[in-house]
C-alpha cells in the first residue's frame, strides 16, 4: 500500500460558483469529464487527461455536496482499495463507498472510509495498465 495523500475534493453547493471562485482566485483549471457530475481541479502541471506531470503534485476535485462529502476530503493513493478496506476495517475505520469504479474504469477506482476520529477521508487505486 503506497499511502500517499494524492488528491484532495471540495463539495460544493454551487459547483458552478466553487470553479468560478477558486479558478478567479487560485488560477485553478478543470477537466470535467462526460458523464459526471465532477470537474477535476488542476493546481499545477498536468497532462492533457489532467495527471499530474510532476512527483509530490496534488491535484483533486470539485463536486457537488452529498454526504459522505460534506466537507473538503483529502485521498490517500493505494496500490488496491480492497487490501485497504480490510486493513481500514481492522484498525476501527468505517468503509462509507466500498471500491466502485471511475467512470468506466480508464481513470482508476475510488472509495470513501471514516477513520477512527470519525473523519471523512478517500482512497484512489490508478487504473492497471
Known amino acids: 500500500m503506497s499511502g500517499e495523500v494524492g488528491h484532495f475534493e471540495i463539495p460544493a453547493d454551487d459547483v458552478t460558483r466553487a470553479k468560478k471562485f477558486y479558478g478567479s482566485t487560485f488560477g ?4 470535467e ?7 477535476m481541479v ?6 492533457e487527461e489532467g495527471m499530474p506531470k510532476e512527483p509530490g503534485y496534488i491535484g483533486g476535485g470539485i463536486t457537488k ?8 476530503v483529502v485521498t490517500i493513493m493505494v496500490d488496491e482499495i480492497t487490501v485497504a478496506e480490510k486493513s481500514i476495517e481492522k484498525h476501527g475505520g468505517t468503509i462509507l463507498v466500498r471500491k466502485q469504479p471511475i467512470g468506466d474504469a480508464s481513470m482508476g477506482w475510488m472509495g470513501y472510509f471514516k ?4 473523519n471523512v477521508v478517500g482512497l484512489y487505486q490508478y487504473p492497471k495498465p
Open 42 to 47: 488542476s493546481t499545477g502541471a498536468v497532462t
Open 33 to 39: 469529464p462526460p458523464g459526471m457530475e465532477y470537474a
Open 28 to 31: 485553478w483549471k478543470y477537466v
Open 115 to 118: 477513520d477512527s476520529e470519525g
Open 65 to 72: 455536496r452529498a454526504a459522505p462529502l460534506e466537507h473538503p
